[in-house]
């Protein structure tokens, strides 16, 4: 038998039913009782769904009520200190203050789970950190599955992963050395000891960093750990995924595991390694249907893939997603309103398992066995390879044909420069914003009534016109150089443009776990990219109207459009990039013809999309950066194109950066004390700069005293004719009355910088 398995299952609910429990709790609505009587019967259905799709083993441990490396490091009792909590008598109360902080704790920090838009909570590592297991909820979960008649295999985070994953509070040496093996492991061993003790036969343990690229002395720790656990009564597969680990087959091949778990979805090429050089009395468990993305798997192609490791492996071939379907939207069945066509290539989680289930017959029973579900899929693929709602022979040709220098603007910046300055007539330290204003309540109602048809059209105009023009009055009051309109008719900076361009769709339930209750619903782009109409163009030039000063269009950049979506599977993404370059190029030329020459293309999601390995960075910054050049070509010299950053650590790709040759950029730099910016200035990045100069995700207002400090930092690195000032990024969570505080303190900063300067 060819097991079929999984490591992970979404858990928030085809509606959504967990997150609207679990924040139910949060404001006392609903007990404890009724919290967990919701998760069980998410769990109850998961599991339900698994076995009837064929999964031969379930996954337990994937459940959590906000984080599941939470809920691991609580199973270890590897808490922080500072809350003061009982590790081995934690309450649910306490665990979602760890998550969300109390009234003396901050929350423990989350950050992204590698490359996806998950976000886990980061282990605290100080030198008092200690573990103690507590294997109670784990245990009982177990319980639960198999007295629903399921055979289970726990899935955990690897102790190596856990520990890299985890930051140190304070300096106390290596984590390796005082974390990892005197503390971490022996809990490890513990617990796994534990679970084989509950009657555990198989267990998945996670190392995903072993796709990425770690420094030898964590990849050295993996024989001495798994050495460790391998002697505590249960069989280890030990799962990577999101990228390749053939450099390090011979590793895996010698650790005691069981097992490993490869995704040949993100690195198909690996597979090859592995069915040549693993050996064939270990599991060799092949991901080859995507836990990342909303597409049908060519089922005949995942087969034919799948038969020669078979010939070898036997029954040591397992399958499963490439990854946790933690990343994919759950069920398509529930999906009312998407075009059936679109549909019909597409497969979420629940169709994933399907998937899964038709191979294991086809390599169990032969391919005879599932010919009609074969013959459906290939049917998929090859409408999928001609569908005329896909393939726009215009975009592509456009895309074939583009000229020698396409990405080139007409002249230098040292050109382009001048040409801007001469009408633009900037004092020195030019002041702008990032583009939103508060998204205020009333704003998201108008769109909301809007939508539901319970507000006219003309009725919405009006509202977010007296928003933009509040917006252009208050910037002119405050007497901001380059001001936006503020974006109130945008929801979200890429559904705003995705709904306008064609090749990109929306589901109504399509919904992914992005942090505790918090989920989101990526656009899809299922086709090529074009842009029918003008998108922005009506309410710049309505805002342009209201002000002599310039104003400053807002687009999302190509990168940031695919990388918040679910992206088409049959092109090379670098193919999508441009087609949606191109179709903002369209945009940027539009605003340049209506006047609106000073023209922002945002791509605060650069840093997140770039691969897990260094080896692939430059060849995915080449087609990035020159996607973003060819968002901007062909705009006069005296256009002045910005763009904007965030969230990023970006001092390894400035060079990068420089080539996007944007005239300006704006950059987050304020919570690090302008410390990227020195990057920037060792660099001698060539092009205007705008180093946020307060903190807008808190709505404290800066003293005078800390944005002057930042802004004479700034002046240290960068030369004073090439620095703009503004805030770190757009304004749209903040409230107006702390907004206007805020920028009036920039201002008044900025003046006075100006007045010394002028001496
Ligand atoms: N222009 C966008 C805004 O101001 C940029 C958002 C971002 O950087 N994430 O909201
Ligand atoms: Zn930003």
């Given at each position: 038998m060819n097991t079929f398995h999984l490591s992970g299952y979404p858990r928030v609910g085809a509606k959504r039913e967990l997150k609207f429990a679990v924040e139910a709790y949060w404001k006392g609505a609903k007990s404890e009782a009724e919290l967990q009587e919701t998760a069980a019967e998410i769990r109850r259905l998961n599991w339900a769904t698994q076995k009837a799709a064929g999964a031969d083993l379930v996954p337990v441990g994937d459940f959590s009520f906000y984080d599941h490396v939470l809920d691991l490091l609580c199973t270890l009792g590897g808490i922080p200190s500072r809350f003061g909590f009982d590790a081995a008598n934690l309450t649910l109360e306490q665990y979602f203050q760890l998550a969300r902080g109390n009234a003396t704790q901050m929350a423990m920090e989350m950050t992204k789970w590698f490359d996806t838009n998950y976000h886990f909570i980061v282990p605290e590592w100080s030198a008092d950190t200690s573990f103690k297991v507590n294997a109670k909820n784990l245990i009982a979960q177990i319980k639960e599955a198999k007295a629903q008649g399921h055979d289970i295999k726990p899935t955990l985070v690897g102790p190596i992963t856990l520990t890299y994953l985890g930051k140190k509070k304070e300096d106390f040496g290596c984590r390796i050395e005082k974390i990892l093996l005197p503390k971490l492991l022996p809990a490890y061993a513990q617990l796994l000891r534990e679970l084989a003790a509950e009657g555990v036969d198989w267990i998945q343990i996670d190392e995903p960093i072993l796709a990425t690229d770690v420094a030898q002395v964590w990849l050295d720790a993996f024989a001495p750990v798994y050495k460790e656990l391998a002697n505590t009564g249960v069989r280890i597969i030990l799962g990577t995924y999101f990228a390749g680990v053939a450099e390090h087959v011979k590793l895996l091949g010698s650790l005691p595991v069981h097992g490993v778990h490869i995704?040949?979805?993100?690195?198909?090429?690996q597979l090859a390694v592995f069915a040549e050089q693993f050996p064939t009395n270990k599991v060799l468990s092949v991901g080859?249907?995507?836990?990342?993305?909303v597409w049908k798997a060519n089922l005949t192609q995942v087969i034919d893939t799948l038969e020669p490791v078979k010939a070898k492996f036997q029954n040591n071939l397992w399958i499963a997603p490439?990854?946790?379907?933690?990343?994919s939207p759950q069920?398509?069945?529930?999906?009312?309103?998407?075009?059936g066509e679109i549909k019909s290539w597409m497969a979420f989680a629940a169709q994933k398992l399907v998937e899964l289930g038709v191979v294991k017959r086809a390599l169990e029973h032969g391919k005879d066995s599932v010919a009609a579900e074969l013959k459906a899929s290939d049917a998929a693929a090859a409408d999928r390879a001609t569908n005329k709602l896909i393939h726009n022979d215009a975009v592509k040709a456009r895309l074939a044909n583009l000229p020698k220098g396409a990405d080139q603007r007409k002249s230098p910046f040292a050109e382009r420069i001048k040409a801007q300055q001469a009408w633009m007539n900037l004092p020195i330290l030019p002041t702008t914003t990032i583009g939103s204003f508060p998204q205020t309540t009333e704003i998201r109602h108008a769109r909301a009534a809007f939508k539901k048809g319970e507000l006219s059209a003309a009725d919405y105009d009006a509202a977010m016109k007296k928003e933009i023009a509040y917006c252009v009055e208050v910037q002119e009051k405050l007497n901001i150089d380059v001001p936006v309109h503020?974006?109130?008719?945008?929801?979200?900076m890429v559904e705003y443009f995705g709904e306008q361009l064609q090749g990109y769709c929306f589901t109504q339930f399509g919904w992914v776990q992005s942090y505790g209750s918090r989920c989101v619903k990526p656009p899809i782009i299922f086709g090529d990219v074009s842009r029918?109409?003008?998108?922005?163009v009506y309410w710049s030039t309505y805002a342009q109207s209201l002000t002599k000063r310039p104003m400053k269009g807002m687009l999302t950049g190509p990168v940031t459009m695919f990388k918040w979506s679910f992206v088409r599977n049959d092109i090379p993404l670098s193919e999508v990039a441009k087609q949606i370059a191109l179709a903002l190029n369209d945009e940027v030329l539009d605003l340049e013809k209506a006047g609106i020459k000073v023209i922002q293309i945002d791509e605060p999601a650069i840093r997140e999309a770039m691969p897990l390995k260094k080896s692939q960075w430059k060849e995915f910054l080449d087609w990035a950066c020159e996607s973003f050049r060819l968002s901007s070509t062909g705009a006069e010299d005296s256009t002045q194109i910005h763009t904007h950053m965030c969230y990023s650590e970006f001092n390894d790709i400035l060079d990068a950066i420089a080539s996007m040759d944007a005239d300006v950029i704006t950059i987050e730099t304020s919570r690090s004390d302008m410390e990227l910016l020195t990057a920037f200035g060792d660099f001698k990045y060539p092009n205007d700069i705008g180093p946020g100069v307060y903190d807008i995700h808190s709505p404290r207002v800066p003293t005078d005293a800390e944005v002057e400090h930042l802004l004479r930092k700034a002046m240290e690195v960068v030369p004073v004719e090439r620095l703009w000032v503004n805030p770190d990024c757009g304004l749209k969570t903040r409230g107006w009355k702390e907004t206007l505080e805020q920028l009036e303190v920039m201002m008044r900063v900025t003046e006075k910088l100006r007045a010394e300067l002028k001496k």
């Open positions: 995704d040949c979805v993100r690195a198909p090429e080859l249907i995507d836990g990342r993305n490439s990854c946790s379907l933690l990343h069920d398509l069945a529930v999906e009312e309103k998407l075009n503020g974006e109130a008719e945008r929801n979200d029918p109409n003008p998108m922005t």
